[in-house]
Every structure is written in structure tokens, then in C-alpha cells.
Nanobody
Framework: QVQLVESGGGLVQAGGSLRLSCAASGRAFSDYAMAWFRQAPGKEREFVAAISWSGGTTVYADSVKGRFTISRDNAKKTVYVQMNRLKPEDTAVYYC?????????????????WGQGTQVTVSS
């Protein structure tokens, strides 16, 4: 049983930065791989980044590689994504996700728990 709550979304100008946080409940947080997905209006939900249970492995979508960094703090039961050099095409609702397996995956159906999402809007 896991509950995820995202925060940190908002309005930012192109070229700016934003950090999203996802706070988790549940004692087994440190066993779970975590990920961020995003969904723009009229689009499929797409993979952004994932991190393994230990933090030793990270994977990124090509569209965000070099600009976004995913991290986690198991003591705080929190996962983050630092987003730099934001572009208007990054505008979307960003969702935090968890899977009971510890390895990274990039498919929506691989994840068991989801947050409600937080809106990120990048203006030009």
C-alpha cells in the first residue's frame, strides 16, 4: 500500500528551472523503483525518468536527457526530478509512479502506484 503526492509544479519561463517532489507513504519505499511520467493534452502519457530502489541506476527519455535529473532520498521517502533549461514542449501534467519491483522500467503498465499529478507550464 503506497500513496504518492507530487508538489512543486507551476508556471515558469522557457530556459528556467523547476524541481518536483514526490512524497511517499509506506514502509517498503526503499524496495521500490520510482519514476516520473508526463502527459500533455491530447497526448499519451510518456516516460520521463526512472530510478532503481537503491538509486544506483537511472534512465531518461531522450527528450529530457542532459536537462532533467532524477534522485531519491529513501530516509525521507521522497523522489525528485530537477528540471533545467525548460522548453515549452515540457508543458504537461507530471506524475510520480512506483513499482513494487526494484528495477527501472519505462512503461506505464509496469507501475503499480500513481500520484495525482502536478501541472508544469513553460511559457515562451
Amino acid at each position: 500500500q503506497v500513496q504518492l503526492v507530487e508538489s512543486g509544479g507551476g508556471l515558469v519561463q522557457a530556459g528556467g528551472s523547476l524541481r518536483l517532489s514526490c512524497a511517499a507513504s509506506g514502509r517498503a519505499f526503499s524496495d521500490y523503483a520510482m519514476a516520473w511520467f508526463r502527459q500533455a493534452p491530447g497526448k499519451e502519457r510518456e516516460f520521463v525518468a526512472a530510478i532503481s530502489w537503491s538509486g544506483g541506476t537511472t534512465v531518461y527519455a531522450d527528450s529530457v536527457k542532459g536537462r532533467f535529473t532524477i534522485s531519491r532520498d529513501n530516509a525521507k521517502k521522497t523522489v525528485y526530478v530537477q528540471m533545467n533549461r525548460l522548453k515549452p514542449e515540457d508543458t504537461a501534467v507530471y506524475y510520480c509512479a512506483a513499482r513494487t519491483g526494484g528495477s527501472t522500467r519505462s512503461r506505464t503498465y509496469d507501475y503499480d502506484y500513481w500520484g495525482q499529478g502536478t501541472q508544469v507550464t513553460v511559457s515562451s
